[in-house]
Nanobody
C-alpha cells in the first residue's frame, strides 16, 4: 500500500524559511525513480493548487506565484522529495500536500498534509 507522509510544517514569520519533506513507502524503488512527484497546497474553501512538480529526471515545473522563492528536489535513494521555501509571505499559509502518481497509472496518491502558517 502506497503511503506518503509529509513533515516540516509550522509557524514562521513573514520573510522566513521552511523546508518540507515527503517520504514515500509501499512502492518499489524503480517505480519511484521513474515517476513524477509534486507538492500542492490548499486553504479551506479553495481548490488545491499546484506548487511544483518534479519529474523522474529532476526537472521541476513551478507555479507562477512562487517568484523563485521555492525549490523542489528529490532523493531517489531515500524515496523523498523536499520543498524549500524562502521569503515566505502570509499568502503562503496553507495545508501543503505531497503527491505521487506512478508512471504506469492515473492513480494519484496523497499524504495527509502539513500545515504552514506565515504570520507575525
Amino acid at each position: 500500500q502506497v503511503q506518503l507522509v509529509e513533515s516540516g510544517g509550522g509557524l514562521v514569520q513573514p520573510g522566513g524559511s521552511l523546508r518540507l519533506s515527503c517520504k514515500v513507502s509501499g512502492t518499489i524503488l524503480s517505480v519511484f525513480n521513474s515517476s513524477p512527484m509534486g507538492w500542492y497546497r490548499q486553504n479551506p474553501g479553495k481548490e488545491r493548487e499546484l506548487v511544483g512538480i518534479i519529474n523522474d529526471r529532476g526537472t521541476v515545473t513551478y507555479a507562477d506565484f512562487e517568484k523563485g522563492r521555492f525549490a523542489v528536489s528529490r532523493d531517489n535513494a531515500k524515496r523523498t522529495i523536499d520543498l524549500r521555501m524562502n521569503n515566505l509571505e502570509p499568502d503562503d499559509t496553507a495545508l501543503y500536500y505531497c503527491n505521487f502518481r506512478p508512471y504506469y497509472s492515473d492513480q494519484d496518491y496523497w499524504g495527509r498534509g502539513t500545515q504552514v502558517t506565515v504570520s507575525s
